[in-house]
């Protein structure tokens, strides 16, 4: 069965330093990612998604995020975080099983604080 | 272009009654789709329509969800009878051609407190 694991229910993380939201995945095949936002009182957000090629995908509001094939992960980043990235953040994989329908099975979440 | 719109935007009811969600995708796209997130935990697939076809509703948790999407446009999501365990946040989403490489366009979701 293919899952998608966010090992931290919170990062903290101080205004203009880098940021790292985890992300591993367990696929049959080649996993097609996606990661999500949520700010508060909104719905989901698409900010990018890897289905080939480049390792690093750029998204949206200056993320970005890196495949690796070898550790089963798409963690995301940011060089540098804003107060406004403070929100919950989703990563997916799509389920490209038998019947390719795309239906997208999530993560829990990773709730992103970051402090002025 | 508007994005996905759900309706309302939060719905309290108690035990036993019946409620409907209403979800209006992206104009043109054909693959709609129904997830919910329960009490903090990840966000679950419900079902998927293609146009007004169920391609997939292996999520739905019971014979107490009805979804419909009559004339391939805008879906509706009743839950009757409400119990406890189905509060949560229900998301709508809209793709254009519901394969594995697309991009899902959410709605704001639809939050249901049953008491």
């Known amino acids: 069965a293919q899952s998608v694991a966010q090992p931290e229910d919170q990062v903290n993380v101080a205004e203009g330093n880098p940021l790292t939201v985890k992300c591993t995945y367990s696929?049959?095949?080649?996993?097609?990612l996606f990661w999500y936002v949520q700010y508060p009182n909104r719905g989901l957000q698409f900010l990018l998604k890897?289905?080939?090629?480049?390792?690093l995908v750029k998204g949206s509001y200056g993320f970005e995020a890196e495949f690796n094939k070898s550790q089963t992960s798409f963690h995301l980043k940011k060089p540098s975080a804003l107060v406004s990235d403070s929100a919950l953040y989703f990563c997916a994989v799509s389920d490209h099983g038998s019947s390719n329908t795309g239906k997208l099975i999530f993560g829990q979440g990773t709730t992103l604080q970051v402090k002025p | 272009e508007a994005g996905v719109t759900q309706f309302p935007s939060h719905s309290v009811i108690e035990k036993g009654q019946t409620v409907t969600l209403r979800c209006d995708p992206i104009?043109?796209?054909?693959?709609l789709y129904w997830y919910r997130r329960v009490m903090g935990k990840e966000i679950k697939f419900l079902l998927h329509?293609?146009?007004?076809?169920?391609?997939?509703e292996s999520g739905m948790p019971n014979n107490r969800f009805l979804a419909e999407r009559t004339g391939g446009t805008y879906s509706t999501l009743k839950v009757q009878p409400a119990e406890l365990e189905d509060s949560g946040v229900y998301f709508c989403?809209?793709?254009?051609?519901?394969?594995?490489?697309?991009?899902?366009?959410f709605g704001p979701g639809t939050r249901l407190t049953v008491l």
């Open positions: 696929v049959s095949g080649n996993p097609y």
């Open positions: 329509f293609v146009k007004e076809s169920k391609q997939d």
């Open positions: 890897y289905i080939t090629g480049d390792n």
């Open positions: 989403a809209s793709s254009p051609r519901g394969i594995s490489t697309d991009t899902q366009y």
């Open positions: 104009s043109g796209h054909d693959n």
